[in-house]
């Protein structure tokens, strides 16, 4: 990642009348790998939705929970799953994070 933007990966859809999108940001090495799930009822996630998490992530230098504490009051909810490093999961452990994804897709 030295000398380059950081690469990352999005996914949108709906599940049960909510709108989902996943992004998946490179992290360093030493860091937590996580993926982060933002939900909304009203809203389909866009582009320019994840391009703001990016920028206040990474310009505005704001933390996981700084990010929350903006979208507390929002119709967008903005959490996050951790996950294993590990390019090769089993299908067990694949299992168990999609039912813990999908465990996190409600909004109160």
Do not use: C
């Not at 049960?16 to 389909?44: D, M, Q, R």
């Not at 951790?82 to 897709?105: C, F, I, M, P, Y």
């Amino acid at each position: 990642m030295k000398g380059r933007q950081r690469q990352y990966l999005t996914a949108t859809f709906e599940y049960e009348n909510v709108y989902v999108g996943l992004l998946e940001l490179e992290n360093y090495p030493s860091s937590s790998a996580a993926t982060w799930i933002i939900i909304s009822k009203e809203n389909f996630i866009s582009e320019d939705i994840f391009n703001n998490f990016i920028s206040f992530f990474l310009k505005d230098n704001l933390s996981n929970k700084e990010l929350k504490a903006i979208y507390i009051k929002a119709p967008i909810k903005f959490i996050t799953k951790n996950h294993e490093r590990d390019e090769d999961l089993t299908e067990e452990q694949l299992t168990k994070w999609l039912a813990s994804l999908v465990g996190k897709l409600s909004i109160n």
